[in-house]
């Protein structure tokens, strides 16, 4: 009974979803005294309608708890014996859930945006409520007509068959909801870009609203991309953290076009420039999110992300798909004549460097769409079957990713409107000089020689140094006292501190990326109980070899003493195990810290007579390609929490729209 009030709670939200779309679109046509009326109906039908899916999706969620096997999708993803946390993970580990999980934040977004953004213009405000719920309706519909989470089985299996075991981990538990608030909070840009087309009303009113939105949506998925490659880099047992893989590359690409809105809405926010540019990014951006989507549950693609085999359903995705994205660059085509461009800018301006950065993070992105989509096309049209990989994607994208680093802080120093570049350029020349002597000091610890390597760690800690000096900068270091600086330090935006993490993460990352790229250490070699293997100084000797059982699992698990310049260093274990139902092994690697690098021992292939292969690595700095993402996230969180300064000077601009 409780899943059919689950279903019912799901049908229902689907009809108020209709019911607020409709409603919501009157205004186009109304007359403007009956604005507020229908604004107000539009937003408690979107926090009805959040209210009922999220009863739909929280019934789900305790069927799974509670281990109902009358479900056909607990059945297949669920099993009694699974701890608690990993069965209500299996809820959206599957494709029915994943899509109503889906379509729950979809809902939970248009309430929010209907509770808080009263400051917007009724009309306006009820137009993208209208196309949030035009975006509800198209997927609550596909859950209810092609993938019922709540279907029941006439004859009740006493046990499932299990979650796939490389989803019982804690960060791919966390990692779709992550990535999901990333996808569908830039759902949110794309209707406030719609109804700015519908209504013609694009000014930085728009951009001040849509600004916050992108960067939430972003944030996201940025801590969803980053929990799905450490996920990758100890779950897989390959010691890898990027693979690019077709679905990873389909979350890299909304990421790429949210990070390219974000600054576009910056310009659009503070200058009233951009305007046009702005909304293609929006609908770039979340369209991005849809084929992202349809990549992974359409079957087109065998992979570990991958949830769905079902040709079929991903038909319907990519229907959504065409409708969506037809008719967003159709209207942008047809509307885009209509916004007027203002805030005149120099080249050489804070303004032109976020262009530039715009245009580089663009071409990057249709680098990584082109070498994502390129042989699924052949392949659907019957020609050869083609592989690209990362030799592709590291000979294109890197050279681009370069100079826009490069170029990052020099645009940070630059004013808006107008700069002189040569001054902001004298600005940094203690930095270069400063991130050129951290660059020699650790040559000279390390004793490495690779040159490119140590290129890319002085753009490392060059961006790291950048953004630290951008914020003393804004205080006013070295122009005035250091009590007064200090004072100004402490006094300014969050806003301010927000941007030092983001663009510093960045920095950490590429220390990160080089430090793996150059200097991992690998050594392979077939060991029984009592040998030795040396990796990077440390000893590993293999300890023993157990076989132990835990809730729904057995494993093998090996233990091997840790060991460097004889000092004891504790055991390290990996495992290959096995759950019931599902008799695919996974490895569990065993992994040490040291410093920010870590030694990873992985299990390969077992023998005879307790003898096994043992991969092992020694990652330098390889916690800085997750530390990196963190501080990024956090600076994009940091960011949401200030609301200062945010005002529109709208004189200064209509004044240079009359110089112009």
């Known amino acids: 009974m409780l899943a059919e009030f689950g279903q019912f709670a799901l049908i229902l939200s689907f009809a108020i979803a209709v019911f607020q779309m409709v409603i919501g679109l009157l205004p186009l046509r109304a007359n403007a005294d009956k604005y507020n009326m229908l604004n107000a109906i539009t937003s408690r039908a979107a926090v009805l309608q959040a209210v009922l899916l999220a009863l739909s999706f929280a019934i789900l969620l305790l069927l799974f708890a509670s281990s109902d096997f009358s479900l056909k999708i607990i059945v297949e993803h669920s099993h009694s014996q699974k701890p608690l946390f990993y069965k209500i993970a299996a809820t959206w580990g599957n494709h029915e859930g994943s899509i109503l999980l889906f379509s729950l934040i979809i809902s939970l977004l248009g309430a929010c945006l209907s509770l808080f953004g009263g ?4 009309k306006f405000l009820s137009v993208t409520l209208a196309i949030q719920a035009m975006l509800a309706v198209a997927i609550l519909g596909f859950v209810i007509f092609t993938s019922n989470p709540f279907e029941r089985l006439v004859i009740v299996p006493i046990e499932g068959n299990n979650l796939n075991p490389l989803l019982q981990d804690w960060a791919l538990a966390v990692h779709p909801p992550m990535l999901y608030l990333g996808y569908v909070g830039l759902s949110i840009p794309f209707s406030f870009a719609i109804a700015a087309l519908l209504t013609e009303k694009v000014d930085e009113e728009w951009a001040k609203w849509v600004r916050p939105w992108t960067l939430f949506a972003w944030a996201c998925l940025t801590g969803g991309i980053a929990l799905g490659s450490y996920w990758a880099y100890y779950e897989l047992g ?8 077709p679905v990873e590359n389909a979350s890299l690409m909304p990421w790429l076009a949210a990070t390219a809105l974000l600054h576009s809405a ?35 693609l065998t992979s570990v992300h991958a949830f769905a085999v079902d040709p079929a359903r991903g038909v319907v995705i990519l229907a959504i798909l065409f409708y969506f994205m037809a008719g967003g660059l159709g209207l942008y085509a047809f509307k885009s004549g209509n916004i007027r461009q203002r805030g005149v800018f120099a080249p050489i301006s804070r303004e032109g460097a976020l262009l530039l950065n715009n245009l580089i993070l663009s071409v990057m992105l249709v680098t990584v769409f082109v070498g994502t989509l390129y042989p699924l096309f052949i392949d659907a049209i019957g020609g050869n079957k083609l592989s690209v990989g990362a030799p592709f994607f590291n000979q294109t994208f890197i050279p681009l990713a370069v100079p826009l680093l490069i170029l ?11 700069a002189d570049f040569l001054s902001a350029m004298k600005r940094l020349i203690g930095v270069f000089l400063l991130a050129f002597a951290t660059m020699l000091a650790f040559l000279y610890f390390t004793g490495h020689r690779d040159i490119l390597a140590w290129a890319a760690v002085l753009l490392g800690v060059w961006l790291v140094y950048g953004a630290i000096w951008e914020i003393l900068y804004s205080a006013r270091f070295g122009q005035i006292g250091w009590d007064l600086a200090l004072r100004r330090l402490f006094n300014l935006r969050r806003a301010k501190f927000a941007v030092m993490l983001a663009h510093m993460g960045i920095g950490v990352l590429v220390l990160g990326l080089a430090a793996m790229s150059a200097w991992r250490v690998q050594n392979i070699q077939e060991m029984t109980v009592g040998d030795k293997m040396e990796i990077a100084g440390f000893e590993l000797e293999f300890d023993n070899v157990q076989n132990q059982t835990g809730s729904n699992y057995s494993e093998i698990v090996g233990n091997f003493n840790l060991s460097r310049d004889g000092v004891d260093l504790g055991n390290i274990a990996t495992a290959k195990r096995r759950y019931l139902k599902r008799s695919s092994p996974t490895t569990e690697v065993g992994l040490y810290n040291h410093y920010f690098g870590q030694v990873y021992v992985a299990f390969g292939a077992l023998g005879e007579n307790n003898k096994v292969q043992l991969r092992a690595y020694y990652n330098p700095l390889v916690l800085f390609i997750w ?11 940091l960011s949401l929490t200030d609301r200062r300064g945010r005002k529109v000077n709208r004189a200064a601009l209509k004044q240079e729209v009359v110089n112009v």
């Open 408 to 418: 990052l802080p020099i645009g940070n120093m630059l004013p808006w409107k107008k």
């Open 627 to 637: 530390l990196g993402p963190l501080l990024m996230m956090l600076g994009g969180f």
């Open 119 to 122: 400051r917007l213009d009724a």
């Open 266 to 300: 910056i310009v659009m926010e503070k200058r009233g420039a951009l305007g046009s540019w702005t909304i293609l990014l929006a609908i770039i951006a979340f369209g991005l999110s849809l084929l992202g989507t349809f990549l992974v549950r359409s079957g087109i």
């Open 238 to 245: 390959w010691g890898g953290f990027w693979f690019w893989d």
